[in-house]
C-alpha cells in the first residue's frame, strides 16, 4: 500500500477493494527544487499527496503584482484546488516545488469516477475538505485580525518546522508581515515559543 492510500485510509478506512482500485490511478511523480507543478493560467489535472519534499501553492496580487502565499505542502499531506473535483477550470494559483520533491498524484477525472463507483471515497473527500477549511478558516483570521509578531507567533507554534525550510520571503508573504522584520530578529529569538 503505498503512503497516500495509507493517509486516506488513517482518515477513512477503506475496502481492499477500493484500495486496490485506488492503487491502479495514483501514479508516483518527481520534481525537482525550483520546478513548477502548475502556473498560472494553466488547468489544474491532479491532486497530490506529498511523500518527501515541499510545495509552495501562491498568487500574484492584482492590485500590486506581489507574491502571495496561500499554502506549503509538506510530507504526509494533501495538496488539491477544490473547484477542480468537479470540473477543471484554469485557475491563477502558482504550484512550485520548494525542495526536491516526491508526490503521489491522482487525476481529478479519475477521482470523479472514483467518487462515483465508491461513496467511501467521496467520505474521504468531505472530511478531507472540512479539515482544509478549518485550517483554512483559522489561518484567514489570524492574518487578518493580527499583528506581524502575532501572525509570525502563530506561524512559529502551529508550523515550527517551516520556520526552518522556507525562505524568509515565501514566510513573509505567507503571514503578511515585512520580510525585514523576519530577517531581523533571526530565526532563533524571533521563532522563540515563549512569544505571544
Same mark, same amino acid.
Given at each position: 500500500?503505498?503512503e497516500?492510500?495509507?493517509?486516506?485510509?488513517?482518515? +477513512?478506512?477503506?475496502?481492499d477493494?477500493?484500495?486496490? &482500485?485506488l492503487?491502479?490511478?495514483?501514479?508516483c511523480q518527481t520534481?525537482?527544487?525550483?520546478?513548477?507543478?502548475?502556473r498560472?493560467?494553466?488547468?489544474?489535472h491532479?491532486f497530490?499527496?506529498?511523500s518527501?519534499?515541499?510545495? +509552495?501553492?501562491y498568487?500574484?496580487?492584482?492590485?500590486?503584482?506581489?507574491?502571495?502565499t +496561500?499554502?506549503?505542502?509538506?510530507?504526509?499531506?494533501?495538496?488539491?484546488l477544490p473547484?477542480?473535483?468537479?470540473q477543471?477550470?484554469?485557475?491563477?494559483?502558482?504550484l512550485?516545488?520548494?525542495?526536491?520533491?516526491?508526490?503521489?498524484?491522482?487525476?481529478?477525472?479519475?477521482l &470523479?469516477?472514483?467518487?462515483?463507483?465508491?461513496l467511501?471515497v467521496?467520505n474521504?473527500?468531505i472530511?478531507l475538505?472540512c479539515?482544509?477549511?478549518?485550517?483554512?478558516?483559522?489561518?484567514?483570521s489570524?492574518m487578518?485580525?493580527?499583528?506581524?509578531?502575532?501572525?509570525?507567533?502563530?506561524?512559529?507554534?502551529? &508550523?515550527?518546522?517551516l520556520?526552518k525550510?522556507?525562505?524568509?520571503?515565501?514566510?513573509?508573504s505567507?503571514?503578511?508581515?515585512?520580510?525585514?522584520?523576519? +530577517?531581523r530578529?533571526?530565526?532563533?529569538?524571533?521563532? &522563540?515559543?515563549?512569544?505571544?
Amino acid at each position: 500500500m503505498n503512503e497516500m492510500i495509507a493517509c486516506i485510509n488513517a482518515m +477513512r478506512p477503506l475496502s481492499d477493494e477500493i484500495n486496490t &482500485h485506488l492503487a491502479r490511478l495514483i501514479r508516483c511523480q518527481t520534481f525537482k527544487k525550483g520546478e513548477y507543478l502548475l502556473r498560472a493560467g494553466d488547468v489544474s489535472h491532479d491532486f497530490y499527496f506529498v511523500s518527501q519534499g515541499l510545495l +509552495r501553492c501562491y498568487a500574484n496580487c492584482e492590485t500590486t503584482g506581489k507574491e502571495a502565499t +496561500r499554502t506549503f505542502t509538506k510530507e504526509g499531506e494533501f495538496f488539491l484546488l477544490p473547484q477542480n473535483v468537479k470540473q477543471t477550470l484554469p485557475g491563477n494559483e502558482y504550484l512550485h516545488a520548494l525542495e526536491d520533491t516526491t508526490v503521489y498524484a491522482m487525476s481529478y477525472i479519475d477521482l &470523479h469516477s472514483t467518487i462515483e463507483k465508491y461513496l467511501a471515497v467521496y467520505n474521504f473527500l468531505i472530511r478531507l475538505g472540512c479539515q482544509h477549511n478549518s485550517q483554512l478558516r483559522e489561518a484567514v483570521s489570524i492574518m487578518l485580525e493580527k499583528s506581524a509578531f502575532q501572525k509570525c507567533t502563530w506561524l512559529a507554534k502551529k &508550523h515550527p518546522e517551516l520556520t526552518k525550510r522556507v525562505s524568509s520571503k515565501h514566510l513573509a508573504s505567507y503571514v503578511g508581515a515585512p520580510e525585514k522584520m523576519i +530577517r531581523r530578529y533571526g530565526r532563533y529569538s524571533f521563532w &522563540h515559543p515563549c512569544g505571544n
